[in-house]
């Protein structure tokens, strides 16, 4: 395991807690409170410093300020709202990779979990284990640039068996607002608009099929005025783009159709790329080289237009919108396939990069998970739950300023060093510091994804 300790290549606390101090101040500002001002910082410290766990007690402990109680009564007890800290994420998130190229993913993690008293603690699918088991799922938005990710909203699922016990809510203290049903998208589309209505600027949503398959999740997008791309199930019903709604021919007898229906049926994903031209494509370098792999696309109607009798084959969908149909065969054999509402004359390559940009969260949730404790915190409320998931996306955000500025410290020393070496001689003055300052968080690898 990786922790923070080598993210910030073993220097001591002293050397980046008055770094931290004076990036933190916006947030701290917006704290007012002085003992909170002051637990901020030193939480975030913990999740970033060495150690295994990185939940109060160990933390506290390895700060040896014996402030435990302190600690513990911030993140789990104190009365403050935490959505002025939640704005001044975006806004960092923002200046730091926010852009029209930016992207914004859209996924969720499981943290296992034992017992059944931890908020929204359940038997659910956990998509990091591949299988069924006991945790909590969060919904994450990650904004990212150029290879560069920032975790901005984490926000709790809560499944039928906790919405559906008000006692047990109130038990743990989940707000009143977040008591009603609201499926992982909907929670979604609720982040996407908070970090929209802040300012926060982003090219493409990207989801996977979990996200995917939901129609009201992609048509909410749509007429959010949003550009997207997401997987879906290769059963998903699509029609041809060239689908026309008709009048159906009625027998003499019969009652007079009062709705026109498509001239044709819709047909899976799979079925409709079957005949599709593949074509190899690599989108960018990995590992162990170029990334690629065989992509097909062509232009489709979604199945999702409301619902209606067709014929004697039942109620289908009617066609819904233009979009792009896109298929992925993988060096294994195996086929993925995607929707995207990206303009008509958007090239393949265009398309399979964009498809495979959502990389980028999976290993920001590992980095959360592995570097920062995001899975450690062992309180069972709501709050101290989001406030722990906020604090690990606060030190998540800082490790990524600091890895940015000594991105730009290199780059500057190249352009200096090649201006040198241009005019025909070496600079006389020594080395200095900064051009030797360690990143703040390593490289993310690029993994063959």
Known sequence: MTHGWSALGGLTMVDWEDELERWLKPFLDRLGHKTRQRMCPLYVAGLIGPGDRKSVQPMAERLATGNYDQLHHFIADGVWDATPLESELLNQADRLVGGKDAVLVIDDTAMPKKGERSVGVAA?????????????????????????PVMIALRLFLPESWTNDTPRLK???????????????????AEIDRAMAAGVRFGCVLADAGYGLSAPFRQGLTTRGLAWAVGIPRHLKVYPVGVQLIWPITKVRGRPRKRHVPDILSIAAEDMLASAKWKTVSWRNGTKGRLKARFAAIRVRTADGPP??????????????????????????????YLANLPAATNLRTLAATIKARWICEQAHQQLKEELGLDHFE???????????????IAYAFLQHRRLAQARRKKKNQRTSASAKLAGGTPRHRRSHSATAISAMPILQKTNT
């Open 379 to 393: 309180g069972r409320s709501w709050q101290g739950l989001h406030r722990h998931a906020l604090m690990t996306m």
């Open 171 to 189: 038990r743990v203290g989940v707000p009143v607002e977040y008591r009603t049903p609201r499926s992982k998208p909907e929670i979604a589309l």
């Open 308 to 337: 209606q009798r067709i014929w004697d084959k039942g109620q289908q969908h009617l066609p819904g919108d233009e979009a792009w149909l896109i298929g992925e065969q993988r060096a294994s054999g195996e086929k993925k396939y």
């Open 124 to 148: 659910q699918y956990a998509s990091a284990l591949g299988k069924t088991a006991n945790c909590q799922t969060l919904v994450s938005l990650t904004l990212a640039r150029g290879e560069v």
